[in-house]
């Protein structure tokens, strides 16, 4: 697969940036493709809200490769503080060149406190990093799972993009990395850091896009397969199960099937490989208790894909986001 890179500045269109998702494996829509070149263009961070799996962080990973911009990645968590975000002190390397100063004699404490206060100490963590290296992709992965007080200080960062070290003073950025914020909407996030976004809701893919994703991430797959494995999906994902499978779950069923040789999904191989898709045991007590058969769409004779009046490829909104999974 054509693998090339390109500048901020080289991006003219959403449809020059669909083009560049589609060349790494990325396949999208207008809606996702222009959001993303809007917030590329205007130095603004892309904000993509969505349930697990449908491709918010993979997209950031796919803008890095288009870019050839390292990818910086910011996990967040609960209890995630600034310190944890910004920078650190080695005080193992401090402790040892204060020693090591010691034993050749060394008295003079103001210059010693500021040695050890030397850039070479310190630590760099995302946010610093992502300032200190042009360009960049700073991926800012589920930040609904941080706190609200991290929250406000993400954003007094993205606002300037400077960071003030109180030993070596202030940092700026020569010019703004890319930033990828990314939610699955475990709780609100607050409307100020929105609000400094562009934001794009991702939906799962349709049932057509899920096949081209499969064919396209899975060479090895059957058409047939590909087509059955994405019904499916669909049809699981309006099951009420704790856990919708999202492309990286079909994707890994669909790897599964086909490592053991199989061209299309009867509710034996479904049976012995729903580890693969659903990841809760309720959800597939769930399945087995509705009926595999019924749930899969896998009627003897049928390929599996949507029937008339089924949910596959309509479950999500109309104009689904694009997604891509390894």
Same mark, same amino acid.
């Given at each position: 697969?054509?693998?090339? !890179?390109?500048?901020?500045? +080289?991006?003219?269109?959403?449809?020059?940036?669909?083009?560049?998702?589609?060349? $790494?494996?990325?396949?999208?829509?207008?809606?996702?493709? !222009?959001?993303?070149?809007?917030?590329?263009?205007?130095?603004?961070?892309?904000?993509?809200?969505?349930?697990?799996?449908?491709?918010?962080?993979?997209?950031?990973?796919?803008?890095?490769?288009?870019?050839?911009?390292?990818?910086?990645?910011?996990?967040?968590?609960?209890?995630?503080?600034?310190?944890?975000?910004?920078?650190?002190?080695?005080?193992?390397?401090?402790?040892?060149?204060?020693?090591?100063?010691?034993?050749?004699?060394?008295?003079?404490?103001?210059?010693?406190?500021?040695?050890?206060?030397?850039?070479?100490?310190?630590?760099?963590?995302?946010?610093?990093?992502?300032?200190? !290296?042009?360009?960049?992709?700073?991926?800012?992965?589920?930040?609904?799972?941080?706190?609200?007080?991290?929250?406000?200080?993400?954003?007094?960062?993205?606002?300037?993009?400077?960071?003030?070290?109180?030993?070596?003073?202030?940092?700026?950025?020569?010019?703004?990395?890319?930033?990828?914020?990314?939610?699955?909407?475990?709780?609100?996030?607050?409307?100020?850091?929105?609000?400094?976004?562009?934001?794009?809701?991702?939906? $799962?893919?349709?049932?057509?896009?899920?096949?081209?994703?499969?064919?396209?991430?899975?060479?090895?797959?059957?058409?047939?397969?590909?087509?059955?494995?994405?019904?499916?999906?669909?049809?699981?994902?309006?099951? +009420?199960?704790?856990?919708?499978?999202?492309?990286?779950?079909?994707?890994?069923?669909?790897?599964?099937?086909?490592?053991?040789?199989?061209?299309?999904?009867?509710?034996?191989?479904?049976?012995? !490989?729903?580890?693969?898709?659903?990841?809760?045991?309720?959800?597939?007590?769930?399945?087995?208790?509705?009926?595999?058969?019924?749930?899969?769409?896998?009627?003897?004779?049928?390929?599996?894909?949507?029937?008339?009046?089924?949910?596959?490829?309509?479950?999500?909104?109309?104009?689904?986001?694009?997604?891509?999974?390894?």
């Amino acid at each position: 697969m054509l693998r090339r !890179t390109t500048t901020v500045a +080289g991006l003219d269109s959403p449809g020059t940036l669909a083009e560049l998702l589609d060349h $790494h494996d990325y396949l999208t829509d207008d809606g996702l493709a !222009t959001a993303a070149f809007l917030a590329v263009r205007m130095g603004r961070p892309l904000f993509l809200e969505g349930e697990a799996g449908v491709g918010k962080t993979e997209l950031a990973k796919t803008l890095s490769a288009i870019l050839g911009a390292p990818l910086i990645r910011l996990q967040c968590y609960e209890g995630l503080d600034a310190a944890q975000a910004l920078y650190d002190w080695d005080f193992a390397r401090q402790l040892l060149h204060l020693k090591a100063a010691e034993a050749t004699g060394a008295t003079d404490a103001r210059a010693l406190e500021g040695e050890i206060y030397d850039r070479r100490f310190l630590i760099a963590r995302p946010l610093l990093k992502a300032v200190e !290296t042009q360009p960049s992709v700073l991926l800012v992965d589920e930040i609904d799972r941080a706190d609200d007080e991290f929250e406000a200080f993400l954003l007094e960062v993205l606002s300037d993009f400077t960071i003030s070290i109180p030993e070596l003073g202030t940092i700026r950025a020569e010019s703004p990395p890319v930033v990828v914020v990314t939610s699955n909407r475990t709780r609100e996030v607050h409307d100020a850091l929105k609000r400094r976004c562009i934001y794009h809701w991702l939906e $799962h893919p349709d049932f057509d896009r899920e096949v081209a994703i499969l064919l396209r991430r899975l060479p090895g797959c059957a058409e047939r397969l590909a087509a059955e494995v994405a019904g499916a999906a669909a049809r699981l994902r309006a099951a +009420g199960l704790v856990k919708p499978p999202g492309v990286a779950e079909t994707l890994d069923w669909a790897r599964a099937l086909t490592t053991l040789g199989a061209v299309r999904l009867d509710p034996e191989l479904a049976a012995v !490989t729903l580890g693969a898709v659903l990841k809760y045991r309720e959800d597939q007590d769930a399945v087995r208790t509705q009926g595999l058969r019924t749930l899969l769409g896998a009627a003897p004779g049928s390929t599996g894909g949507p029937t008339p009046g089924s949910t596959a490829g309509s479950t999500a909104d109309p104009a689904p986001g694009g997604t891509r999974h390894a």
